[in-house]
Nanobody
Framework: QVQLLESGGGLVQAGGSLRLSCAAS????????MGWFRQAPGKEREFVAA????????YYAKSVKGRFAISRDNTKQTVYLQMNSLKPEDTAVYLC?????????????????WGQGTQVTVSS
């Protein structure tokens, strides 16, 4: 079992930045591929970014590429999402997810464990 706890969300003006954190506990964090998804009211959950256990490979949704950066610190069992140049359309609950295998990184079914999420609100 893996427990995931997100933090760092909040209210920010358009153009601003936020850094989300996801702290993991349970099994060996370094074995997991990690991802961030988001869900806006009335919309389906969508992929944001993912990082492989090896640190080397990262993936981004087209809508955030160049503005967001995913990273991880295996010694702290934490994955981060640095969000810059935020837009009102980035407003959503952001969820962290962990995968025990190399399945598709950009779909919900590719992940085994989920956090509760942290709210990000971007005002115009």
């Amino acid at each position: 079992q893996v427990q995931l706890l997100e933090s760092g969300g909040g209210l920010v003006q358009a153009g601003g930045s936020l850094r989300l954190s996801c702290a993991a506990s349970g099994r060996t964090f370094s074995d997991y591929n990690m991802g961030w998804f988001r869900q806006a009211p009335g919309k389906e959950r969508e992929f944001v970014a993912a990082i492989r256990w090896s640190y080397i490979l990262t993936y981004y949704a087209k809508s955030v590429k160049g503005r967001f950066a995913i990273s991880r610190d295996n010694t702290k069992q934490t994955v981060y999402l640095q969000m810059n140049s935020l837009k009102p359309e980035d407003t959503a609950v952001y969820l962290c997810a962990a995968s025990t295998s190399s399945r598709d990184y950009d779909v919900e079914a590719g992940y085994d464990y989920w956090g509760q999420g942290t709210q990000v609100t971007v005002s115009s």
